[in-house]
């Protein structure tokens, strides 16, 4: 990955369908959650497909599929997959994983296979759609094995459009994504990377709170248009965070050129804009000296 020709690194979008055809979402909630953002067209892009796009764009992207077959009965995309599309595009995609914590010992043994043998660099967690708190013991194993391989450990926050519009969301429960129950784990798990996705609606203070306290922190900013980021996040992000947000677009439900070109009017200071676009993401990642 030649970090000197990409313009930046998309640290949040989504593997949603596989090259065998399974889907991480049934069909009711990817129709909500396609209506919830206001998507056109077919979203069902292959790895291939959006190794491709993010070439074309000279970006690289952070890739995942979400693990919540516990709760939701659908079988995900295959983290084993994910990994083999970003060894083949090493250029452009960067592997992450999901693993759902009810799954437990095998999970945990399956994390550490997954950096040691198929080079996965972090892995995603979504608390309301996998149904668990994120400081619950259950899911401490996994941690563990992230935190000593040096993983990161990615949590949705806040708001999800998956579920939206649904009767009873879908049995989706929106309290398992408060940003306060991943301080529980940065507080615990000191030398962990962590990111916390989106815009923390209605948790924004809570996020920018945690990550201004604990130094492994980190915020993307995925999932929102920037013309919609709350006054206090944008202050944050040209201040005491500006070294510790995160370009992410929520592909394919959120592009990075509609992203990106709502965040070209964003309020930001133009010695901020390369950290956000691409260096914060590169340090994290290691794939830059710090």
């Known amino acids: 990955m030649n970090l000197d020709e990409l313009t930046a690194i998309d640290v949040h979008t989504h593997a949603e369908v596989s090259s065998k055809g399974t889907a991480s979402l049934d069909e009711t909630l990817y129709a909500a959650s396609g209506a919830y953002f206001k998507v056109e067209g077919d979203r069902k892009s ?33 983290n084993e997959e994910v990994a083999e599309a970003a060894a083949a595009n090493p250029d452009v995609l960067i592997p992450f994983a999901s693993l759902d914590p009810h799954r437990g010992r095998a999970a945990v043994a399956r994390a550490r296979r997954l950096v040691e043998e198929h080079g996965v660099r972090g892995f995603k967690f979504h608390p309301s759609i996998q149904a668990f708190f994120p400081n619950d013991r259950l899911a401490y194993g996994l941690y563990e094995v992230i935190e000593e391989t040096g993983a990161i450990a990615l ?53 920018l709170a945690v990550a201004t306290h604990k130094p492994g922190v980190h915020i993307d900013l995925s999932g929102w248009s920037p013309k919609y980021f709350p006054p ?44 956000i676009l691409k260096e914060n993401a590169a340090r994290l990642l290691g794939l830059t000296r710090a």
């Open 46 to 78: 292959t790895l291939e497909e959006m190794a491709a796009y993010y070439r074309e764009r000279k970006m690289a992207a952070v890739v995942f599929t979400v693990d919540a077959e516990s709760a939701t009965g659908t079988e995900p995309v295959p």
């Open 155 to 207: 949590f949705h926050t806040g708001q999800t459009g998956i579920g939206a519009g649904v009767p009873g969301g879908g049995g989706i429960r929106l309290k398992y994504s408060n940003p306060l129950y991943v301080d529980d784990v940065a507080a615990d798990f000191p030398h962990l990377k962590i990111i916390l996705a989106h815009p923390s609606f209605p948790w924004q203070d809570e996020a």
């Open 232 to 275: 206090q996040l944008v202050k944050y992000a040209n201040s005491l965070l500006q070294d510790k947000i995160l370009f992410g677009s929520d592909y394919p439900v959120l592009t990075p050129d509609r992203w990106l070109a709502d965040f070209a009017r964003l309020e930001i200071k133009d010695e901020v804009r390369p950290k």
